[in-house]
């Protein structure tokens, strides 16, 4: 009868409730290169951040290698299927080989073959969160400019590459550079990074989910450093996360719900004077064609992101593609949508600046090779492949009125 009873209460128990855990780690005194200043701090301030959050906090500083594999055990222990787990990076990093590695404080810089052994494979912390939990978010403030660089470059033929590499990782994920990939970002005048900064700022608005953190985010870089460096993230999440929500209110795993009246995303922000509707698309970056086009106020359920662009759900059903850009979170069914506001001073270079990138955006997919800085900095260079007559020559009719139509609303607010 004790059995019995014993086995009822196992199967019968309730599961344990889904919690955010946290590996934070801040590399700054190199023994062989030049220290980040602001690296461990940096870290020490985001660690502070998520516990604020009641975040479960493993945390650890100018790490060696054996040292940072320690605590990516130790994480992978105490993370559930269930929960949240968040890797945050602060320090160098370094592209070998087209795979990215992080580099702890005792790395060797006598050639490419010493540091790859000398450090820890980006990819191998990944597939570690990806058999452990459901949801992951990587954020790595770890494109910082690398004097090694330069040393492999000169003693091996696999020499370190500028920046990290463009990374692909499994669905439930979310992963947050820096800086856009095969570029690098700068380390800070004042106590942090401007990513860090940034991010520590806007982590904890418990209304916005990390998409919409990350578009603060980006904007803040974007300004502070005169658009000379722009985060980057690529996103495989099958629903919202909120960062900064309790555990127990948090977007935990991967099996989509039915969105509450209260989280509706709706189309706004359209210029009233120019086409005035969002194009919904069958693929993102501009490559599919336009299904149909969302009025302002348009209700929709976002299930998915690549870069600039939403996999969106129509309240009738219908799933598509659409540029971020002119979504907004959230608002109750039904609900009239605002009046637009007259765009301050303040905003306009932000408003300028989400048109650039919209319009450039479809230049990219058709791998156009931009030549000013600025482009360089926010679409890189490899991969590209056309000029500007051999990419729009590839365009269909509907991108060339899409880039036409986003000239015209960077003419109309004054942004050239």
Not at 197 to 203: G, K, M, Q, S, V
Not at 389 to 406: F, K, L, S
Request: glycine share 10%; proline share 4%; net charge neutral.
């Amino acid at each position: 009868m004790l059995r019995i009873l014993v086995l009822i209460l196992v199967l019968f128990a309730p599961a344990a409730m889904a919690k955010n855990v946290a590996l934070v780690i801040g590399n700054g005194a190199y023994a062989e290169s030049g220290s980040l200043r602001n690296a461990a701090k940096d870290a020490r301030d985001m660690a502070d951040r998520l516990r604020g959050l009641a975040y479960d906090v493993i945390d650890g500083y100018d790490l060696t290698r054996i040292e940072m594999l320690e605590q990516v055990e130790t994480f992978a222990r105490r993370v559930a299927r269930d929960d949240v787990a968040l890797f945050y990076y602060s320090g160098h990093g370094a592209q070998l080989g087209g795979e990215n590695y992080l580099i702890p404080v005792d790395a060797r810089f006598a050639g490419a073959d010493a540091l790859q052994s000398s450090s820890v494979k980006l990819k191998a912390v990944l597939r570690t969160m990806e058999l452990r939990a459901r949801t992951r978010v990587v954020i790595l403030d770890a494109c910082r400019n690398n004097p090694f660089v330069d040393t492999t470059a000169s003693r091996s033929a696999g020499a370190a590459s500028r920046g990290l590499a463009r990374l692909e990782a499994g669905v439930g994920s979310f992963i947050a550079f820096s800086t856009a990939p095969n570029d690098v970002a700068t380390d800070g005048a004042g106590g942090n990074s401007p990513f860090t900064a940034a991010l520590i700022r806007h982590i904890g608005t418990r209304d916005d989910d990390i998409h919409e953190v990350m578009r603060h985010v980006r904007a803040d870089v974007v300004r502070e450093t005169s658009g000379r460096q722009t985060p980057w993230e690529n996103s495989s999440l099958l629903r919202e996360v909120y960062l900064a929500a309790p555990p127990d209110q948090s977007a935990t795993g991967d099996t989509p719900q039915a969105p509450a009246p209260a989280s509706l995303h709706y189309v706004d922000g359209l210029d009233p004077q120019g086409d005035n509707f969002l194009a919904l698309r069958s693929a993102p970056a501009g490559r599919g064609g336009r299904i149909d086009k969302m009025a302002p106020g348009t209700e929709l359920e976002v299930l998915d992101r690549d870069g600039a662009w939403a996999r969106v759900r129509l309240r009738d059903g219908r799933e598509g593609w659409a540029h971020s850009n002119w979504i907004r979170c959230c608002r109750a069914a039904g609900a009239k949508a605002e009046t637009p506001r007259a765009a301050s001073a303040d905003a306009a270079p932000q408003g300028c600046d989400a048109l650039w990138h919209a319009r450039n955006a479809i230049w990219d997919s058709y791998g156009y090779c931009f030549t000013s800085a600025r482009g360089r900095a926010a679409f890189g260079a490899n991969g590209c492949s056309r000029d500007m007559e051999g990419a729009r020559a590839a365009m269909t009719p509907a991108d060339i009125g899409e880039i036409e139509r986003i000239a015209a609303a960077e003419r109309a607010a004054g942004c050239r």
